[in-house]
């Protein structure tokens, strides 16, 4: 189910998951944030925190993939378990571009689906 094959309730799940991991993908982003500025244990504790969050984060995701069937959840949720591996190797910098990149899919689809319920007068 992608873009203009969207059915109205296709398009209301597809709507709905991609909200709600638009906002956790920006608190992943500002989390991630934080670890630059950490030190010693402060920062192996806040990694592990970060790492947690992700990591539930790409559970969500991927029920959205098994909901919509929407192959972008899928390729949102490969670039989570890739940032989760940049996490721990300190580097912070690429697991930001790889959130970056993950919200960009995610709100790329979440705007497919708003365009086929305008289309379908439901907006």
Request: aromatic share 6%; glycine share 8%; net charge neutral.
């Amino acid at each position: 189910m992608e873009g203009s094959t969207f059915n109205i309730r296709e398009a209301v799940l597809c709507y709905q998951y991609s909200e709600r991991i638009k906002s956790e993908l920006i608190i992943a982003g500002k989390l991630l944030g934080v670890l630059s500025g950490l030190k010693d244990d402060q920062l192996f504790g806040a990694e592990k925190i970060v790492s947690s969050f992700l990591d539930a984060l790409t559970g969500e995701i991927e029920i959205a993939y098994n909901v919509t069937g929407s192959r972008s959840f899928r390729e949102v949720s490969l670039k989570m378990v890739e940032a989760q591996g940049r996490i721990s190797l300190h580097e912070y910098s690429k697991a930001n571009r790889l959130l970056s990149e993950a919200l960009s899919l995610t709100t790329t689809c979440g705007q497919k689906a708003t365009q086929r319920l305008m289309e379908k007068g439901c907006l």
